[in-house]
């Protein structure tokens, strides 16, 4: 056990969640990260922090593009990218449609309790194994990650 922790340390995890397209779902945001620290270095843990609201990070000095131009090096260098495609955001949809062309390994996670139903361009570029969506309940999410990092493991 111990040693598969290792082997994860270096891996750099992407985690894709809506700032400006809505902060409701930053606890499960948060649940989700802490999980994935288990595996590697999570580049946007930002993301899961209570202090982060819907107006999105204080990038007073460059503006926005310094967060777009910073998330998109983070991209280019992650090994996996995880997104929580529950609550719809523009960015998100844009991380993943770049992550596409990167070809990158992606998991999506969706929750149809919400009563949402997710877009036919994220549910619909499910074709192959390095792009997966994952339809789960809040108390399921750890073990749906546990179940993803141990076939990563063997790929
Ligand atoms: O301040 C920010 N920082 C940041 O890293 N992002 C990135 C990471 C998120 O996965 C995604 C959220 O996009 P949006 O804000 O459109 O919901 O964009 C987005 C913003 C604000 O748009």
Redesign the pocket.
Known sequence: MSQKIKTYTTMNIYF??????GRQDINIYQKIVNKLQQYGKVL?E??SYDSLSEK??DAALDGDKS?HDR?MEWLIKADVIIAEVTQP????GY?LGRAVALNKKVLCLFRPESGKVLSAMIRGASTNSLFQVQDYREEDVESYLEKYFDCFSKN
Do not use: A, K, N, Q
Not at 89 to 92: A, D, K, N, P, Q
């Open positions: 894709c969640g809506s700032i400006r397209g946007t930002h993301i999105g990070e967060i998330d955001s523009l960015g998100v991380e």
